[in-house]
C-alpha cells in the first residue's frame, strides 16, 4: 500500500502549479487560448498543453465552445473563482509591496469612463483626489461601456466608473449613484407645461438620442417597446451637450438623464420627470473580479460617496428643484 496522499499524488510539483493556473485564468478572462498566450508572451502549443494536463489532474472539462469564444464549463467556472484571487495576489505581489513601501504619494491610477461621466460625475471626485494624492499620475480613458470592459480585462486600466445595464460574469458593478429619466424640450413646447404627460404624447415627437451601442438608446427602445408605442428618431449624436444644445434650437426632443443637466440650463430647456416610464440611472465602480486593486485605485473609490450628489426634483411646470 502506498504511503502517498490523493493530494500528493494529484499535484506531484507543487512548484508547477502556478504556470497552468495563471495559463487557465487568462484564458478564462480573454476567451481564447492565442489571446492568453499573447497577454503571458509564451506560444499557444504552451498554453494548451497547460491547460490539457490541468484537466487531466483535476479530471474534469474546464472548458466550453460558444462561437468562437472558450467559455468555462461549470466545473471551470468554479476552478476560476478560487484560483483567480491566488494568481492575482502572487502575480501583484511585487506591485503591492512596491505601493506600500511607497505609500499613496507615488504610482499611477487608469480609469475608464464614458464622455458624460468624465464631464458630470468625475470633475468633483477627481478634484478631491488630485487634492489628497497630488504625486499620483492619474489618466482618464473615454470609452463608452462596452469598450471600456474590454479595457478593463486587458489590465489596460485599473477600474471604470459609469453606468451598467448587463454586468457580465468576470465583472464586478457597484452601483452609488442614481439619476431619475428627464424629458427635455424648448421651454415653448407643448409637451412643457402639459398637465398629465404619456409616452404616447411623446411618441408625436422626433427624439434626438446618442448613438444606438450606447445605455440611453437601449433603455428608451426598451421601454418605447415594451409598452407598444412606436417612436421616431430625428437625429443621433454623442454627447448630451450637443443633445442639449439642438432642443434647445428646436430639432427635437430628447430623454435623457439628469446628470447631465446644470444649472445653466434652467433658460432654454424645459424639462419634465420620466420616472413613471423609465427606470432611473445608475452610476458606480466596475472592476475585474479578482483583480488586485492598488492603494490608489482603492483611494479613489473611497472618494465616491453616495451623497457627493444632491437629487434634483423635476416638478410639472418643467423646472427643477433642489
Same mark, same amino acid.
Given at each position: 500500500m502506498s504511503d502517498k496522499s490523493p493530494q500528493t499524488l494529484r499535484f506531484p510539483y507543487k512548484s508547477d502549479r502556478l504556470k497552468p493556473l495563471r495559463a487557465f485564468c487568462q484564458t478564462v478572462r480573454l476567451g481564447s487560448v492565442s489571446r492568453a498566450a499573447e497577454a503571458l508572451f509564451v506560444s499557444q502549443p504552451a498554453i494548451s498543453l497547460q491547460l490539457q494536463a490541468l484537466e487531466r489532474e483535476l479530471g474534469v472539462k474546464l472548458f466550453e465552445r460558444s462561437g468562437r469564444r472558450l467559455a468555462p464549463s461549470r466545473e471551470g467556472q468554479l476552478l476560476f473563482e478560487l484560483a483567480q484571487p491566488l494568481v492575482e495576489g502572487i502575480d501583484g505581489l511585487e506591485a503591492s509591496f512596491r505601493d506600500r513601501v511607497a505609500g499613496l504619494d507615488a504610482g499611477e491610477l487608469n480609469i475608464a469612463a464614458n464622455?458624460?461621466?468624465?464631464?458630470y460625475l468625475l470633475p468633483k471626485i477627481v478634484e478631491n483626489f488630485r487634492a489628497q494624492h497630488p504625486d499620483v499620475r492619474l489618466t482618464l480613458h473615454n470609452a463608452i461601456t462596452a469598450d471600456g470592459t474590454d479595457l478593463l480585462r486587458s489590465d489596460a486600466v485599473d477600474l471604470a466608473v459609469g453606468s451598467m445595464m448587463d454586468v457580465p460574469a468576470d465583472l464586478s458593478y457597484a452601483p452609488i449613484y442614481r439619476f431619475e429619466p428627464v424629458l427635455i424640450t424648448p421651454p415653448q413646447h407643448p409637451l412643457a407645461n402639459k398637465a398629465k404627460l404619456s409616452l404616447e404624447d411623446i411618441s408625436h415627437y422626433g427624439l434626438i438620442l446618442p448613438?444606438? /451601442?450606447q445605455i440611453t438608446y437601449r433603455l428608451v427602445d426598451l421601454v418605447f417597446q415594451q409598452n407598444r408605442v412606436p417612436y421616431t428618431v430625428a437625429l443621433e449624436v454623442g454627447g448630451w451637450e450637443v443633445i442639449k444644445q439642438y432642443v434647445a434650437m428646436g430639432m427635437g426632443i430628447s430623454i435623457v438623464s439628469s446628470i447631465c443637466l446644470t444649472d445653466g440650463d434652467h433658460d432654454r430647456l424645459a424639462t419634465r420627470s420620466l420616472r413613471d416610464w423609465f427606470p432611473s440611472r445608475s452610476y458606480g465602480v466596475v472592476v475585474r473580479k479578482g483583480k488586485y486593486l492598488s492603494p490608489q485605485a482603492r483611494a479613489f473609490i473611497e472618494l465616491i460617496q453616495p451623497d457627493l450628489f444632491a437629487p434634483r426634483d423635476y416638478?410639472?411646470?418643467?423646472?427643477?428643484? /433642489?
Open positions: 464622455s458624460s461621466t468624465i464631464l448613438p444606438k /451601442r416638478d410639472q411646470s418643467g423646472h427643477s428643484e /433642489r
